[in-house]
C-alpha cells in the first residue's frame, strides 16, 4: 500500500520519548489558522518557492503549460487550482528555488527507513512517530504502517489532532505505545472559527487515549483563540475529568509564516510570537487541581 508523505526526519528529540524517526504524511482534516506545516494540509503534492533562491527571471510563468504561474509586485504565485505538478517549472528554473512538496512510499519502504536506527531507539526508548498534517487522513496507510512496526519491535507514537470517529480511534489505540493528542478548545463553536471543524470528535478522541495509552494532551496556546486564563483553566479542567496527568502547553510561534509565501498561500492570523515567560505567567495563575502543566520551551 502507498502514502503520500511530505517529509521522514530521523534523530529527532521533539516527537516523543527518546530518539525517533518522525514520518509526516501528507493531507490534514483541521485548518489551523496558525499551522506551521502549511505544506501539509493539502494531500496532493505542491510547488513550493524559496523566495531566497528565486531570481524574479520570470522563466516559471513562461514555461506552464497551465497558466497556474502569476506575478505582482510581491514576487511570482503558483494557483494550485490550476497546478496538475508536471514539473515544467522545477525543470527549467535556473537558480533551483523550486521544488515538489510531497512524494509517494509503500508501508514496505517506510518500514524498512525506520528499522535503520533500531539500536538507538533501544538505547534511548524511542521508536517512530507518525505526524503530520493528521496522520489518521491516510487511515489504512497509518493502521499497516504501525502494524508493521509494532512486528519489527519498534516502539510506536502519534502525533495526533484526534478528529475521526471513534470506531478508528479504537483500531489505532492497540496499536501505538504514546499518544501526542491536541486539545485546543473545550467551545464548539471557537474551535469551528479557528480550524474550520467541530470539536467533538477530537475531545472524544482524547479522553478516549486517555483511558487505554500512555497519552500526553497537548494544548498550542494561540493568541486571540484561547490565551486568557478561563480559557486554559476550562481545559485543564477538561483534561483533569478526563483523567489526564499532564498537559503540555505550546506558545504559539510564527516560524511558518515564510512557508506560507513560499506556496502562495495567505497566512490570516497575524498574531505576535507568545513567550513561554508569558504563557507561564499565566499558568501560574491557574489552578492546576494536580496536574503537571509543562510549558514546552522549545
Keep these: 500500500m502507498t502514502g503520500h508523505l511530505f517529509n521522514i526526519q530521523r534523530f529527532s528529540l521533539d516527537d516523543g520519548p527518546g530518539i525517533r524517526t518522525v514520518v509526516f504524511l501528507k493531507g490534514c482534516n483541521q485548518v489551523c489558522l496558525w499551522c506551521h506545516n502549511p505544506e501539509s494540509l493539502l494531500p496532493a503534492p505542491q510547488v513550493l518557492r524559496k523566495d531566497s533562491l528565486c531570481t524574479r527571471c520570470g522563466r516559471c510563468e513562461e514555461v506552464c503549460p497551465h497558466g497556474a504561474v502569476s506575478h505582482n509586485d510581491a514576487g511570482f504565485l503558483t494557483d494550485h487550482t490550476k ?21 509517494d512510499k509503500t508501508v514496505e519502504e517506510v518500514v524498512k527507513l525506520v528499522c535503520k536506527d533500531r ?3 533501544q538505547r534511548t526508548g524511542g521508536g517512530v512517530t507518525f505526524s503530520g498534517g493528521e496522520p ?3 487511515s489504512e496507510f ?26 478508528l480511534t479504537a483500531r489505532l489505540s492497540p496499536l501505538l505505545d504514546y499518544v501526542m493528542v491536541d486539545v485546543k478548545h473545550t ?19 482524547a479522553q478516549y487515549y486517555l483511558a487505554h ?22 481545559i485543564l479542567r477538561f483534561a483533569r475529568e478526563s483523567g489526564a496527568k499532564k498537559v503540555t502547553l505550546l506558545p504559539y510561534h510564527t516560524f ?11 497566512y490570516t492570523l497575524g498574531s505576535e510570537p507568545l513567550s513561554v515567560a508569558a504563557v507561564q505567567a499565566i ?4 489552578d492546576a487541581g494536580g496536574l503537571a502543566v509543562e510549558v514546552n520551551e522549545r
Excluded: W
Excluded at 509494532?150 to 470506531?167: D, F, H, V
Excluded at 495509552?213 to 476550562?234: C, G, K, M, S, Y
Excluded at 499558568?283 to 491557574?286: A, K, P, R
Design 256 to 266: 511558518g509564516i515564510s512557508k506560507y509565501t513560499n506556496l502562495s498561500m495567505p
Design 142 to 167: 497509518l493502521l499497516q504502517c504501525l502494524e508493521a512496526c509494532r512486528e519489527q519491535g519498534i516502539q510506536t507514537a502519534i502525533e495526533t489532532n484526534g478528529n475521526y470517529p471513534l470506531e
Design 83 to 103: 497546478c496538475v505538478r508536471c514539473g515544467h517549472c522545477i525543470d527549467l528554473c535556473p537558480s533551483d528555488a523550486l521544488m515538489l512538496v510531497g512524494y
Design 119 to 121: 539500536d538507538f531507539y
Design 213 to 234: 495509552n500512555v497519552t500526553d494532551l497537548r494544548v498550542p496556546v494561540i493568541p486571540t483563540f484561547n490565551d486568557t486564563a478561563d480559557e486554559l483553566q476550562d
Design 136 to 138: 489518521a487522513v491516510q
Design 187 to 205: 467551545d464548539d463553536e471557537k474551535h469551528r472559527r479557528f480550524t474550520g471543524v467541530s470539536n467533538r470528535q477530537s475531545l472524544a478522541s
Design 283 to 286: 499558568v501560574d495563575t491557574l
